[in-house]
């Protein structure tokens, strides 16, 4: 029994590792790469589709791009044009694998992600609180309470249908050696940034190949109000999962 579960992690293991490698080499021959300068600074745009690995709740998820809703679990290929995704409660994540062109034994002076975002119920509340987790590179960075999701007017790039989720808010990140700090922004009004945690840039464990990031909600939460994330084509802001290292 033991050699059975054993080999199932491995055959397992392999799997993931093929995938995720399908993914890195579909951004590099799909994705924009204009804005990469492996001498000091480069920024990444990951389509939201492109996730690697995920844990939601069955009967609550979905994803949906111009024209239909469809399954977390369908091919790359029809996840690619995916505006909108979302799933319920908590002890769930979806997780993205970024490249990342680092030379040598350099190390990044900062790290900055950004991804507009949301709680989720069924309906729409701008009450309806939820505890959302970002890890970078396997770190938990931060834990930020999101008020709720938003449908109280139609989205600034889609009008989804009344009653529904419409908008999130901008959530932006950046680690560097004075820790972790966010900054939100809704309905155009930028926050005053915020020390969330002392998780520095040293913490995030570079220098490396490839740059995992999570959001999710954690299992026995506070409040577990799930996610919504927000791609270029829907909500309020025209851009898809953005990370920028500066080193």
């Known amino acids: 029994m033991k050699k059975s579960f054993v080999l199932l992690l491995v055959l397992g293991s392999v799997f993931l590792f093929a995938c995720t490698n399908e993914l890195v080499d579909y951004w590099w021959e799909s994705g924009d790469t204009s804005d990469i300068d492996i001498n000091g600074f480069f920024e990444l745009s990951m389509p939201l589709g492109a996730y690697t690995a995920y844990k939601t709740a069955p009967r609550t998820t979905g994803i949906e791009d111009s024209s239909s809703i469809f399954a977390v679990s369908d091919p790359l290929s029809r996840r690619m044009g995916a505006q909108l995704m979302w799933s319920t409660g908590d002890d769930i994540y979806f997780e993205w694998l970024f490249p990342a062109p680092l030379k040598g034994a350099k190390k990044p002076k900062e790290l900055n992600f950004s991804v507009e975002i949301g709680s989720e119920l069924s309906g729409q509340s701008s009450n309806y609180k939820s505890d959302i987790t970002i890890w970078i590179n396997g770190v938990e960075c931060a834990t930020w309470t999101c008020p709720g999701d938003f449908g109280d007017r139609a989205g600034k790039l889609k009008n989804r249908p009344t009653g529904e989720t419409q908008y999130g808010i901008l ?77």
């Open 171 to 247: 959530l932006k990140i950046n680690v560097s050696a004075n820790g972790t700090i966010i900054t939100t922004t809704k309905d155009d009004v930028i926050s005053t940034p915020v020390r969330i945690s002392n998780v520095c840039i040293d913490d995030l464990n570079f220098p490396c190949n490839s740059l995992p990031v999570r959001i999710g909600v954690k299992a026995g939460a506070v409040n577990k109000g799930g996610i919504n994330i927000f791609g270029s084509g829907a909500g309020d802001y025209p851009q898809d999962l953005l990370l920028s290292v500066l080193y």
